[in-house]
């Protein structure tokens, strides 16, 4: 992955305190030994040894404290982009997984219609086709041969549940990846929207108003 800019500055500032305070130990190691090879009697030099020492160890602490809290900084960076990168890992496979389930899902909806379709074409009594419904539902929710349907073929899964419902379906009129279309206002041969009729179809149910148009009661 890209690295975070914020966290390649404060890597920058940790390597260039630490070289700081490597070059002020160093001087200071240098002033020390020049202090101990300098003989006794010797013409004092213009700074005092000790007044040096008190600037270059003053500087060296300043150096580290800065250190310690940009090594702080560093670690706070860290973790944070650590953090958000895996919240958005997490999310990336909520996502994943929620898409994958509506795939399974629509799947199974697909295969469902298109055996449903077959027994519709096939089966002239309502009975039977709704008995062909419930067993094709149990095969799909217990024959362990249909467990992962989103990873089987189509074709093949739909001829597999035909033949488990000992269905015969014309295969010739199977195109890409369905029946082929039926003519427009097609209607199952068991829907009651077949029967013309200018009365209402469906029985009334309980409490529903009169439909606009229909007769009153006659009164005793």
Same mark, same amino acid.
């Given at each position: 992955?890209?690295?975070?800019?914020?966290?390649?500055?404060?890597?920058?500032?940790?390597?260039?305190? %630490?070289?700081?305070?490597?070059?002020?130990?160093?001087? !200071?190691?240098? &002033?020390?030994?020049? !202090?101990?090879a300098a003989e006794p009697?010797?013409?004092?030099?213009?700074?005092?040894?000790?007044?040096?020492?008190?600037?270059?160890?003053? +500087?060296?602490?300043?150096?580290?404290?800065?250190?310690?809290?940009?090594?702080?900084? &560093?670690?706070?960076? =860290?973790?944070?982009?650590?953090?958000?990168?895996?919240?958005?890992?997490?999310?990336?496979?909520?996502?994943?997984?929620?898409?994958?389930?509506? $795939?399974?899902?629509?799947?199974? $909806? @697909?295969?469902?219609?298109?055996?449903?379709? +077959?027994?519709?074409?096939?089966? %002239?009594?309502?009975? +039977?086709?709704?008995?062909?419904?419930?067993?094709?539902?149990?095969?799909?929710?217990?024959?362990?041969?249909?467990?992962?349907?989103?990873r089987l073929p189509l074709?093949?899964?739909?001829?597999?549940?035909?033949?488990?419902? $000992?269905?015969?379906?014309?295969?010739? =009129?199977?195109?890409?990846?369905?029946?082929?279309? %039926? @003519?427009?206002?097609? =209607?199952?041969?068991?829907?009651?929207?077949?029967?013309?009729?200018?009365?209402?179809?469906?029985?009334?149910?309980?409490?529903?108003?009169?439909?606009?148009?229909?007769? !009153?009661? =006659?009164?005793?």
């Amino acid at each position: 992955e890209t690295p975070d800019p914020a966290i390649a500055r404060a890597e920058r500032r940790l390597r260039l305190l %630490e070289e700081l305070s490597e070059i002020g130990m160093e001087l !200071a190691r240098s &002033l020390c030994r020049e !202090a101990a090879a300098a003989e006794p009697g010797a013409p004092e030099t213009p700074s005092d040894p000790a007044a040096t020492f008190a600037r270059l160890s003053r +500087a060296i602490r300043l150096t580290l404290a800065l250190e310690a809290r940009t090594d702080e900084a &560093l670690r706070a960076l =860290r973790a944070g982009v650590v953090a958000e990168r895996e919240a958005k890992r997490v999310e990336a496979g909520r996502r994943a997984a929620v898409e994958a389930d509506a $795939q399974r899902r629509a799947h199974r $909806q @697909k295969v469902e219609l298109l055996v449903i379709e +077959a027994a519709d074409r096939e089966i %002239e009594d309502e009975e +039977a086709l709704w008995g062909v419904f419930a067993a094709l539902e149990e095969r799909l929710g217990e024959d362990a041969t249909y467990e992962h349907l989103d990873r089987l073929p189509l074709r093949e899964t739909v001829e597999s549940l035909c033949a488990d419902l $000992q269905l015969n379906p014309d295969w010739s =009129r199977w195109e890409g990846e369905g029946w082929t279309p %039926e @003519k427009p206002f097609y =209607r199952s041969r068991h829907s009651i929207w077949r029967r013309p009729s200018r009365k209402p179809l469906l029985p009334p149910y309980p409490g529903a108003a009169p439909s606009p148009g229909s007769p !009153a009661h =006659r009164r005793e």
